[in-house]
């Protein structure tokens, strides 16, 4: 790596120019890899519905990227960032929307609902707020066996109004296992807007209620973010308990492909757009002398040549036979009862 | 051998599993000092100490959900619903967590969910319900309902050492009230999926499980000492997965079924068990499947509402007889 010309200022949160880069090439995956979803999206590639995280990304990446080896982190619809710090394939993510027998659901369900323990992940299921209850189960089963393992669980602004949410939180802060929580709160939960979700001003407000410490950040410029979410992960990891973070952000566009986004003002959009975290990023990067714009493009070509790759890969691939759907109700019996009607 | 109540028997099956495996461990309301409602796990934190007996606040879900997550990671948890009533606050995490985990994912979640369930103990709506028949319709959990003490242990075992998600349903009516001689250092466990012919007939097979296990077997006394019938009584044990070979088999070996169950009529167990047997065994039958049930009504209070709505005894013999008859 060729050294930055000259540094204005020097790199914060501890992190290496080797670490700016990386947290770059993460950013620009996951947004290539949606821009590449919603192309093939387009193209009816895609099975169902397909939901984005544009504008979001450099929180997923971020609070990801504070996890060691060894931590869990469960992930919403938008922390495909997240996924990707850990160690998710953007094949299986191409896999899984476009319903792949090949992919890790085996067509199962959809996006990023899927699990890998050993890289770090726990995908969601639907219904929001469920994960927190989950998750403070796995983390409760570090703090049983002396693991020095920490989860992390992502939320919405939406999922906060959950009881499984409260519920959660509750017996996780009680317990003091090492979790960190984070809420996105990216403005809208579908169509409704977070002033109709919540009477609080700051979701971080709701922490006074289970005894933990909170904070709010900008969860488009990664710097705090990943301080915030460092603090909170070495708080977990010393045994200090759970930590909620508000990250506050913006998602610029609708709940999923579908979504006209009638509800959000135009200017409102415009305005967040000027406040993209990766032009943020890239901008302050470059502007502190910390790296060259040169291995900035050498990322962005890796990124293109691995998802020219991964496509290419995906669409190749078949579809699951429709028979596999009978297996893995249970462990035994293995295979679920086919039904007469259908045994030729 | 010494005499062990049901309850005993649940309480030496959990005792000797967390003895047996470190990474089982026990989750709910009030079961640490206390005990739980019931004491089931008197004794237990002072065995185990806290981190294996845990005291939870006031949250099914969360105390599911966070099983489930143990689950995942090796552990056995074990979760106690103070009554199963209020299992239905944990639905969702069963139904659509729990239940669907392996499917979606290809991870195991072996836990246990138990908690004292049904009536006949003036406990009133919201602490005597029978939960089995919104669990029964979701793939991917299994359900076993002790009637004995024997299964009481065995199937505690059973469920532990499953790597499948278990609802383990005893009744509280039976806790101190049946008592048995149960082998000492031996490893008792009752197979998940099979019946046991809880006595053995030729004229009228009585399907059931749980509690009314026993008005059956009181029932078929009765029709063999006034009517010289013999009644065949099947106790199903295990819900899920049921065992259709012994239900057939005492079909056509009986060739009329009486089934019986303390839950509500609409949408019970009996109406799957029936059409079963109709797709299964239709031209064994020398009568219609008949059942007898709770009525279609919330369980009331007093006593003498509950024993109306509750299938009772003369109930079954009723209902044999009119099967008897064809």
Same mark, same amino acid.
């Given at each position: 790596m060729a050294a930055p010309a000259a540094r204005?200022?020097? %790199?914060?949160?501890?992190? @290496?120019?080797?670490?700016?880069?990386? %947290?770059?090439?993460?950013?620009?995956?996951?947004? @290539?890899?949606?821009?590449?979803l919603v192309n093939l999206y387009r193209q009816s590639k895609v099975i169902g519905g397909l939901y984005g995280s544009l504008g979001q990304e450099g929180q997923s990446v971020a609070s990801a990227y504070a996890l060691e080896p060894g931590d869990i982190v469960s992930p919403l619809i938008r922390n495909v960032g997240s996924m990707l710090v850990m160690g998710a394939m953007p094949l299986d993510l191409l896999r899984q929307y476009m319903a792949k027998g090949t992919g890790p659901a085996r067509g199962r369900d959809s996006g990023v609902h899927f699990v890998d323990l050993e890289r770090g992940y726990l995908g969601n299921i639907s219904h929001l707020g469920d994960m927190v209850p989950v998750m403070a189960g796995i983390a409760l089963s570090f703090k049983l066996r002396?693991?020095?393992? *920490?989860?992390? =669980?992502? =939320?919405g602004d939406g999922a906060s109004s959950t009881g499984a949410f409260h519920e959660g939180m509750n017996l996780a802060a009680v317990q003091r296992v090492p979790l960190v929580v984070i809420i996105e709160n990216n403005g809208y939960a579908y169509s409704t807007p977070t002033s109709r979700q919540t009477a609080v001003k700051r979701l971080a407000e709701k922490a006074k209620a289970y005894g933990v410490p909170a904070e709010t950040v900008d969860g488009n410029d990664i710097f705090p973010v990943y301080e915030a979410s460092t603090r909170a992960v070495e708080r977990a990891r010393l045994g200090e308990g759970v930590t909620l973070i508000e990250v506050v952000t913006y998602r610029r566009k609708g709940h999923a492909e579908h979504d006209d986004q009638r509800y959000q003002p135009k200017e409102e959009r415009e305005h967040w757009a000027r406040l993209d975290p990766i032009d943020r990023y890239v901008w302050r990067l470059v502007a502190e002398g910390w *790296?060259?714009?040169?291995?900035?493009?050498? *990322?962005?070509?890796? *990124?293109?040549?691995?998802?020219?790759?991964a496509v290419a890969v995906a669409e190749g691939e078949p579809p699951p036979g429709g028979d596999t759907a009978l297996s893995d109700v249970l462990a035994d019996p293995p295979e679920a009862e086919r039904l007469w009607h259908r045994r030729r | 051998m010494p005499e062990v109540t049901y309850l005993e028997a649940l309480r030496q099956g959990l005792w000797e599993e967390m003895e047996r495996d470190e990474r089982v461990f026990i989750l709910g309301e009030d079961i640490g000092i206390y005990g739980g409602a019931f004491k089931v796990t008197e004794g237990f934190i002072d065995r185990f100490g806290p981190s294996r007996v845990i005291d939870t606040p006031i949250s099914e879900a969360a105390i599911v959900g966070a099983a489930a997550g143990a689950a995942h990671m090796g552990l056995r948890p074990v979760a106690e619903m103070q009554f199963i009533d209020f299992i239905s606050c944990a639905y969702d995490m069963l139904t659509n967590y729990v239940a669907t985990a392996r499917y979606r994912t290809g991870v195991a979640t072996p836990m246990v969910v138990r908690g004292p369930s049904g009536g006949y103990v003036r406990g009133g709506p919201f602490h005597s319900q029978m939960p089995e028949a919104a669990f029964f319709h979701t793939p991917g959990l299994k359900i076993v309902c002790p009637a004995t003490a024997r299964d009481a242990k065995g199937l505690i075992k059973a469920a532990i050492r499953d790597d499948d998600p278990v609802l383990y349903l005893e009744h509280k009516f039976l806790y101190r009230r049946i008592k048995e001689h149960l082998p000492e250092g031996e490893d008792l466990l009752t197979p998940i999926g099979k019946a046991r012919v809880a006595r053995e007939g030729t004229d009228l097979s009585?399907?059931?499980?749980?509690?009314?296990?026993?008005k059956a077997l009181e029932a078929a006394e009765e029709i063999a000492v006034? &009517?010289?019938?013999?009644?065949?009584?099947? &106790?199903?044990?295990?819900l899920v997965p049921l065992d259709d070979a012994a239900i057939m088999e005492s079909v056509k070996k009986t060739n009329k079924v009486l089934i019986v169950h303390e839950d509500t009529r609409t949408g019970g167990i009996a109406g799957e068990i029936a059409a079963r047997i109709n797709e299964q065994a239709f031209e064994w039958l020398d009568g219609p499947i008949l059942r007898v049930t709770a009525h279609d009504v919330p369980l009331p209070y007093a006593p003498t509402l509950e024993d109306f709505v509750l299938p009772q005894t003369a109930d079954i013999v009723t209902a044999a007889r009119r099967l008897l008859a064809y």
């Open positions: 204005r200022s020097p %790199i914060p949160a501890g992190l @290496s120019e080797d670490a700016l880069l990386e %947290i770059y090439y993460y950013l620009r995956l996951t947004r @290539s890899l949606e821009e590449r002396g693991e020095r393992r *920490v989860g992390l =669980v992502h =939320v *790296v060259e714009q040169a291995n900035l493009k050498a *990322v962005d070509d890796r *990124v293109t040549a691995e998802l020219d790759t | 009585i399907v059931t499980y749980s509690a009314t296990v026993w006034k &009517d010289g019938a013999s009644v065949e009584v099947i &106790d199903l044990r295990s």
